[in-house]
């Protein structure tokens, strides 16, 4: 039987969409707070198991997996009694994956490129570019949810827990308003009710909002 460990912690977007990774698959592990805001992600210990020093980290029985959507895919791939988080289909695949390299590197970086500067150095100014591109990804996502209720058809997926967990974390810089983006409103709105995401996903989402709202000037 193997031990599961998560590194992370409520406030991180990506550990949150591990969280929910773990509570729909139901699996049990032990979750180890590493406090980012006083710097245990940069001590020896942990700098061993991640030289990147980023959260979430998976310790599986000794094999460390870091960034979310690998600890995802690998989580679903091992541990699924069904591949519908994570279909092996490879056309539904290549559709998800599209959706979490989305992820990684347009909707997420445009958080991290205005929280990473607040957090190490203080920064509390933003250029409006950097604003715009928090705008440009939600027009994306948008138009992904045109015809279905989640980012990849009828069911959820962990295209839709990596997205959803930084979408719902963004307002902190940039509000998503209904009228203008109501598909991810709903989708957003749809999440919340599986009976995990609260605890998952929603009261951090919450506490990182409430860490960051009204901290930057757009200039
Ligand atoms: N692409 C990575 C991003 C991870 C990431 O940037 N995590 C942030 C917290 S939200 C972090 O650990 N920052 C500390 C650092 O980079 O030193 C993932 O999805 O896991």
Redesign the pocket.
């Known amino acids: 039987m193997s031990t599961l460990v998560l590194y992370?912690?409520d406030?991180?977007?990506?550990?949150r969409?591990?969280l929910l990774t773990l509570r729909a698959l139901e699996l049990s592990f032990q979750y180890k707070i590493?406090d980012?805001l006083s710097g245990e992600?940069?001590t020896e210990e942990f700098l061993q198991k991640n030289p990147?020093?980023?959260?979430?980290l998976l310790d599986d029985n000794g094999t460390l997996i870091?960034?979310?959507?690998?600890?995802c895919c690998y989580l679903v791939d091992k541990y699924g009694q069904s591949d519908d988080l994570y279909p092996k289909d490879l056309v539904k695949r290549a559709k998800l994956e599209q959706r979490l390299y989305f992820?990684?590197s347009v909707l997420?970086?445009s958080?991290?490129n205005i929280?990473?500067p607040y957090?190490?150095k203080k920064v509390t100014t933003v250029p409006q570019e950097k604003i715009d591109n928090i705008i440009d990804a939600y027009g994306h996502l948008e138009n992904f949810l045109s015809d279905s209720p989640y980012l990849t058809g009828d069911t959820v997926t962990i295209a839709d827990f990596?997205c959803a967990a930084t979408a719902s974390s963004l307002p902190a810089m940039v509000s998503i308003d209904p009228e203008k983006y109501p598909k991810i409103t709903a989708w957003l709105e749809r999440l919340s009710e599986l009976p995990y995401y609260k605890e998952a996903n929603g009261n951090g989402a919450k506490e990182y909002i409430a860490l960051l709202k009204g901290a930057f000037t757009i200039v």
């Open positions: 992370g912690m406030i991180s977007p990506p550990v969409a591990c590493v980012l992600h940069k990147q020093h980023t959260v979430p870091w960034d979310s959507h690998a600890i992820d990684a997420f970086m958080l991290r929280c990473a957090f190490h990596c």
